[in-house]
């Protein structure tokens, strides 16, 4: 079946540090693939996505690009900032699978100043 | 704009008690889903809705029960809490297809 996996955590940078968090998927089908990010406290919200193989998703400084070859979709970010201190979840979903969206275990990073 | 409201925020409950957790959106999505979200696992899919009168099973139903009777409103039911059910549970909505989860803030309950 279809599912994510991220790279274990947790993650702690120093402030204007690069950020990589790996993901790769198993799928199907053709996958759309997400970034959520939950900040402490409160629920997830996504970051980005991208629907198909090759585009790149952006916001907020961070990008990551759908892989179909590699079956990936990694999290970067140049320069992180203490605000960027959040638990990151990968995610998919398909047309065969109802669009429901199948979480990786997420990430946490902890940035500090 | 409210968004996705969810209550209790926090609840203590006692083996084979029983609870609703509340679930409320103001957005018009059709589309309404329960999560629970355990250390290290991610979330689980619970429960999802695709429009009021309309309910189904995600991949951890069992201890739980949902109903949908109106747009807005998706109310998750424990009926017999067992310890296995603390958790951390997210009620979302979305338009459906590949359009964005709105989550709510979740509710903590432990039972022991």
């Known amino acids: 079946g279809d599912s994510v996996t991220q790279m274990e955590g947790p993650v702690t940078l120093s402030e204007e540090a690069f950020l990589t968090i790996n993901c790769t998927y198993t799928a199907t089908g053709y996958p759309s693939l997400f970034w959520y990010v939950q900040y402490p406290g409160e629920g997830l919200q996504l970051l980005l996505k991208a629907t198909k193989a090759d585009d790149k998703g952006s916001n907020k400084g961070f990008e990551a690009t759908y892989r179909k070859e590699t079956t990936s979709f990694h999290l970067e970010k140049g320069s992180v900032q203490v605000s960027d201190s959040a638990v990151y979840f990968c995610?998919?979903?398909?047309?065969?699978?109802?669009?429901?969206?199948?979480f990786g275990a997420g990430t946490t990073v902890t940035v500090r100043a | 704009n409210a968004g996705v409201t969810q209550t209790p925020k926090f609840r203590i409950l006692k083996i084979g008690q029983s609870m609703t957790l509340q679930c409320a959106q103001d957005m018009n999505h059709n589309y309404m889903y329960w999560y629970r979200q355990d250390p290290g696992m991610g979330l689980k899919l619970i429960y999802y809705?695709?429009?009021?009168?309309?309910?189904d099973k995600g991949e951890v139903p069992n201890g739980y029960n949902v109903s949908r009777s109106t747009t807005e409103d998706f109310p998750l039911r424990l009926e017999l809490a067992a310890p296995s059910q603390t958790s951390v549970y997210f009620c979302?909505?979305?338009?459906?297809?590949?359009?964005?989860?709105?989550f709510g803030n979740g509710t903590r309950l432990t039972v022991t």
């Open positions: 979302a909505s979305s338009y459906g297809g590949n359009s964005p989860l709105h």
């Open positions: 995610a998919l979903s398909y047309l065969g699978n109802d669009y429901k969206l199948s």
């Open positions: 809705s695709v429009g009021a009168g309309i309910t």
